[in-house]
């Protein structure tokens, strides 16, 4: 171990999971305050853990033991039983599992329905589980998303169907209703609220803002006629309580700057509030009957998770760019870690500092991260994240740790397309995709270069999923001004991706795009990196998973195929994975390739 360098260390590490992409990366029992399950790597794999945090630190048993690791779950209200997703080398589409804590196998849920995209599961106090089910909608039935309840044996029935991509959110705690949010004609954006009445899958309620979202969020707890929703019409997000009866909307009103979301506390009588400004969460207790606003304790950075307990506690799973995640219980004002994984926490890094641009479209927020004890100006990093509307937070990541190991300064951007900074700014991202985003990152690096932070001559750009999608246009689009280029599991070629992407992906990009690629072809053509693959003149890492259903790997083997047949130097692997990697030794191998490319590519002296 101590032959490794410090990169490795750090990614090997035992550490808990921030994000998944089958679902939250921690789900607590609703009845038990100090139960839950989370997702985990100790192994050398994310697996699905289950935690007791009765005593500190948190007991902790496992769950799932898989080849290709796990990243979805849940659990029951009493903590006793744990559902956990099972699909195919991360091809994400698969049946959920149940199994009780300590017991050796586990039992299919919905065995005799198709396999499915994870669409939300709500584990019921009587045993039973509600599970949503997103569809590769296809002709003649056209189906986006059921609804469906199993028993303890796992047998069960569709109890909804509908055309348009949806997810469950939450079932009321009569266990009579369900709370959807509904993509309409696929557009994430621009979500509406249902509420479905189990038993026979009728419509109690439907709510819309109109050219705005609507995120519902849950049910009061002992009522199960107001629903906690977020909306958009100030542009930043702020919390409402609706009553599905009346129609009757009570705003969370509060002077904090940036986007407010909130969940309620198991009495119902306060809500936790998550203020989200510049990339960094503040939380606190709003008393809904006198409006008093009380700070809850945590540490600074990221809350990627959190929850109000039964017993007045809150539990934060929050990191920082120099501080691994933790899983963390503020109570009166003080604060505890709960959980403790072998062989002690990963080495630190550098903290990250904020940056304020003024781009074409208003002021620019990144976070800036320099090497220590290396004198500027530095080669440097940008780092593109996902998304398309995703959002880099103040939060840990070994891998841009890794390129501070190696003397390079890292920038993350948050430009026009983000979260985070309002509706308008996010749906920005609409007017010409790539070239939005690509203004901003080159607004907040003319900055840097200028303040002489920044090496003009010696600047690459990385990114993943959206941020390889922006990668790859960057040295498409802007060939002179990027070293060289790093995109993994990236969006490549449109047009081969909207042959294989399922359906609810091709409805998200018509909802980004302003129509199908059939009706627009020029606005894909214009979005696509390999519409400028001639152009391209920077050395480039490409790799993609051979299971992913978010950017098809087809559609990389085109693009690096123009790359290759012009004698273009792209390294290119083609791994047996999906979209995320939640095995450490791919990881690992994934982060060395980058870093020895990086290494000649853009040499840290000279």
């Known amino acids: 171990m101590s032959d490794q360098p410090l990169w490795e260390r750090r990614v090997r590490a035992p550490q808990l999971t921030s994000f998944s992409l089958l679902g939250p990366p921690i789900s607590w029992a609703d009845d038990a305050a100090d139960r839950g399950v989370l997702l985990a790597n100790p192994t050398g794999r994310t697996e699905v853990f289950a935690f007791d945090a009765a005593t500190t630190p948190a007991a902790l048993t496992q769950i799932t033991d898989r080849a290709q690791g796990t990243m979805g779950a849940a659990v029951s209200p009493d903590g006793s039983t744990i559902f956990w997703f099972d699909d195919n080398a991360g091809d994400e589409v698969g049946r959920w599992e149940r199994t009780g804590v300590g017991d050796a196998g586990s039992v299919t849920v919905l065995p005799d329905l198709a396999p499915s995209y994870p669409g939300g599961i709500v584990p019921l106090a009587d045993g039973r589980?509600?599970?949503?089910?997103?569809?590769?909608?296809?002709?003649?039935a056209n189906l986006g998303f059921e609804l469906a309840v199993a028993g303890r044996d796992g047998s069960g029935r569709v109890v909804y169907q509908c055309e348009d991509p949806a997810s469950l959110v939450d079932v009321s705690r009569d266990d009579e209703l369900a709370l959807l949010a509904v993509a309409p004609a696929g557009n994430w954006l621009r979500l509406t609220t249902r509420?479905?009445?189990?038993?026979?899958?009728?419509?109690?309620?439907?709510?819309?803002?109109?050219?705005?979202?609507?995120?519902?969020?849950?049910?009061?707890?002992?009522?199960?006629?107001?629903?906690?929703?977020?909306?958009?019409?100030?542009?930043?997000?702020?919390?409402?309580?609706?009553?599905?009866?009346?129609?009757?909307?009570?705003?969370?009103v509060t002077s904090f700057e940036g986007?407010?979301?909130?969940?309620?506390?198991?009495?119902?009588?306060?809500?936790?509030?998550?203020?989200?400004?510049?990339?960094?969460h503040r939380m606190f207790r709003f008393d809904r009957v006198t409006g008093d606003l009380a700070p809850v304790a945590g540490p600074?950075?990221?809350?990627?998770?959190?929850?109000?307990?039964?017993?007045?506690?809150?539990?934060?799973?929050?990191?920082?760019?120099?501080?691994?995640?933790?899983?963390?219980?503020?109570?009166?004002?003080?604060?505890?870690?709960?959980?403790?994984?072998?062989?002690?926490p990963p080495p630190a890094s550098v903290p990250a500092v904020d940056v304020h641009v003024e781009g074409p479209g208003g002021r620019v927020h990144a976070l800036l991260q320099?090497?220590?004890?290396?004198?500027?100006?530095?080669?440097?990093?940008?780092?593109a994240h996902g998304g398309p509307t995703g959002q880099d937070f103040d939060g840990w990541n070994d891998t841009n740790a890794a390129y501070l190991d190696a003397g390079y300064?890292?920038?993350?951007?948050?430009?026009?397309?983000?979260?985070?900074?309002?509706?308008?700014?996010?749906?920005?991202?609409?007017?010409?995709?790539?070239?939005?985003?690509?203004?901003?990152?080159?607004?907040?690096?003319?900055?840097?270069?200028?303040?002489?932070?920044?090496?003009?001559?010696r600047v690459s750009v990385v990114g993943g999923s959206w941020g390889g999608f922006l990668t790859l246009m960057a040295v498409g689009t802007e060939p002179d001004r990027w070293r060289s280029g790093a995109a993994m599991v990236p969006l490549a070629d449109q047009f081969t991706s909207a042959e294989d992407a399922p359906s609810f992906m091709r409805a998200y990009d018509a909802a980004l795009m302003g129509g199908t690629i059939e009706e627009i072809p020029e606005v894909y053509r214009a979005a696509s990196p390999i519409t400028y693959v001639d152009d391209v003149t920077a050395p480039l890492l490409i790799t993609a998973g051979e299971n992913d259903p978010r950017c098809p790997v087809r559609q990389v083997d085109t693009y690096v195929e123009r790359l290759r047949a012009r004698g273009h130097d792209v390294?290119?692997?083609?791994?047996?994975?999906?979209?995320?990697?939640?095995?450490?030794?791919?990881?690992?191998?994934?982060?060395?390739?980058?870093?020895?490319?990086?290494?000649?590519?853009?040499?840290?002296?000279?």
Do not use: C
Request: hydrophobic fraction near 40%; avoid cysteine; aromatic fraction near 4%.
């Open 259 to 280: 986007d407010v979301s909130a969940s309620w506390y198991p009495d119902g009588k306060a809500l936790l509030l998550t203020v989200l400004h510049d990339a960094r």
């Open 195 to 252: 509420v479905i009445r189990l038993v026979d899958g009728s419509s109690v309620g439907e709510l819309a803002d109109e050219g705005r979202s609507l995120s519902p969020v849950g049910f009061h707890p002992m009522d199960a006629g107001s629903v906690l929703l977020g909306h958009e019409r100030r542009d930043h997000a702020t919390p409402t309580v609706w009553d599905v009866e009346t129609g009757r909307q009570d705003d969370v």
């Open 409 to 457: 300064a890292v920038v993350r951007v948050n430009y026009r397309g983000s979260t985070g900074y309002g509706a308008e700014w996010r749906d920005a991202l609409r007017e010409r995709l790539g070239f939005i985003e690509l203004e901003d990152i080159g607004a907040v690096r003319r900055h840097l270069e200028a303040s002489g932070v920044v090496d003009p001559d």
């Open 300 to 344: 600074r950075g990221t809350v990627a998770a959190s929850s109000a307990r039964p017993d007045g506690s809150v539990h934060l799973l929050v990191s920082s760019s120099d501080r691994p995640v933790a899983l963390v219980r503020s109570h009166d004002g003080a604060t505890e870690s709960l959980v403790r994984l072998p062989g002690g």
């Open 129 to 140: 589980v509600v599970v949503g089910r997103l569809l590769d909608a296809a002709p003649p």
């Open 370 to 383: 320099t090497p220590a004890g290396r004198p500027a100006p530095h080669p440097t990093v940008f780092v």
């Open 571 to 606: 390294r290119y692997d083609r791994m047996a994975t999906g979209h995320a990697l939640p095995d450490l030794d791919m990881k690992v191998g994934e982060l060395r390739q980058i870093l020895d490319f990086l290494a000649r590519t853009l040499p840290v002296d000279g």
